[in-house]
């Protein structure tokens, strides 16, 4: 029983970031720290952005979550944790290698799920697009489109 509370800690813990990540995107990265986010909706092939910095701030609740769960005979910090790493690891393959392609590998991966949520990332690049947040789940239409097709 107690591996099935731990899976669903990690799962709920993952689902959530989404969350986070949409929040903090909206009003944090298009709010006041839009100084560090900014460089990332030009894109001209740096290899590293300001934006970066994001990835770091996600990670230290993650760190913490999973030492102070190790600490405490892997109690269901560890899992929380495990599950905002998880979510880091999906939105750096999805977010950098698949979308931004900052990375040259798994390029040519494309089903339906990909090429929607890529189309909502690229159409929140455009010049005063103020919509489509989130990183893993994009709005319905873009997967109706992708359906239709």
């Known amino acids: 029983m107690t591996w099935i509370i731990n899976t669903l800690l990690v799962l709920g813990a993952f689902l959530f970031m989404e969350f986070m ?4 995107h909206k009003y944090v990265m ?6 560090l986010h900014k460089d990332h909706h030009i894109r001209d092939g740096r290899k590293f952005e300001w934006n970066d910095l994001f990835a770091v701030i996600f990670a230290i609740p993650s760190f913490l979550f999973i030492y102070t769960g190790v600490e405490s005979a892997f109690d269901w910090k560890f899992y929380i944790g495990i599950g905002i790493a ?11 290698v698949f979308v931004h392609g900052r990375l040259p590998f798994l390029q040519k991966l494309s089903n339906r799920y990909l090429r929607a949520t890529i189309t909502a990332h690229l159409d929140h690049h ?17 997967y109706k489109e992708e359906w239709a097709k």
Do not use: E, Q, R, S
Request: aromatic letters at 32%; a positive charge.
């Open 21 to 24: 990540a949409w929040f903090t």
């Open 30 to 35: 298009h709010g006041f720290l839009w100084v």
């Open 86 to 96: 998880l979510y880091g690891l999906a939105y750096f393959m999805f977010h950098d």
């Open 126 to 142: 455009k010049p005063h697009a103020h919509y489509n947040y989130g990183f893993l789940v994009a709005p319905i239409k873009y």
